[in-house]
T-cell receptor, first 112, second 115 residues
Framework: DAKTTQPPSMDCAEGRAANLPCNHS???????VYWYRQIHSQGPQYIIH?????ETNEMASLIITEDRKSSTLILPHATLRDTAVYYC?????????????WGAGTKLIIKP | KAGVTQTPRYLIKTRGQQVTLSCSPI?????VSWYQQTPGQGLQFLFE???????NKGNFPGRFSGRQFSNSRSEMNVSTLELGDSALYLC??????????????FGAGSRLTVL
């Protein structure tokens, strides 16, 4: 079962910041939060990940609440090419190794 | 460096047949994971191989199997194909061991249609 909850879809105007929320209320203390995105007909692309602290890279910022029950992915200046399905994922311990549990994702549409 | 390569990109099979899909990871990556993606179920984890050993397995029937070779290339096989096996099969590689951050690089996928 997915450990994350995301809105099914969101719109954002081109050039504006896109803020994608994710709830992971059952996350454990040592479980990372990952974000990937999938552009139509392509394989998912890694964006960012974090454990407790906020993270930033060249693609996005990840804001994790202090209680770790939710997080927000921020695309600072969205472009049309950012239209994709965005997955918020928690890494859990499987049989003998960690595995990523994928939810349904948020379909983000960037409008001109 | 070259990305993750999956072959074939598209294939059509009939029920009861079997299929083998191939994945070449990024050079130096020793972990290869396989996922099935369907419109109804989303992305579902099949299995992961690390240094030729299956390290983790999802909840799929025994008809789904895989292996990894000494050069880290991996294959997955589906026997006795069913209509419900129609899906995009994605391979991802990682250079991290079990304690690593598991940043995955995905291939473009193999789209299987079962008639």
């Amino acid at each position: 079962d997915a450990k994350t909850t995301q809105p099914p879809s969101m719109d954002c105007a081109e050039g504006r910041a896109a803020n994608l929320p994710c709830n992971h209320s059952t996350i454990s203390g040592n479980e990372y939060v990952y974000w990937y995105r999938q552009i139509h007909s392509q394989g998912p692309q890694y964006i960012i990940h974090g454990l407790k602290n906020n993270e930033t890279n060249e693609m996005a910022s990840l804001i994790i609440t202090e209680d770790r029950k939710s997080s927000t992915l921020i695309l600072p200046h969205a472009t049309l090419r950012d239209t994709a399905v965005y997955y918020c994922i928690v890494r859990v311990l499987g049989d003998s190794n960690y595995q990523l549990i994928w939810g349904a994702g948020t379909k983000l549409i960037i409008k001109p | 460096k070259a990305g993750v390569t999956q072959t074939p990109r598209y294939l059509i099979k009939t029920r009861g047949q079997q299929v083998t899909l191939s994945c070449s990871p990024i050079s130096g990556h020793r972990s290869v994971s396989w996922y099935q993606q369907t419109p109804g179920q989303g992305l579902q984890f099949l299995f992961e191989y690390f240094s030729e050993t299956q390290r983790n397995k999802g909840n799929f029937p025994g008809r789904f199997s895989g292996r990894q070779f000494s050069n880290s290339r991996s294959e997955m096989n589906v026997s006795t194909l069913e209509l419900g096996d129609s899906a995009l099969y994605l391979c991802a590689s990682s250079d991290q061991g079990a304690a690593g951050a598991n940043v995955l690089t995905f291939g473009a996928g193999s789209r299987l249609t079962v008639l």
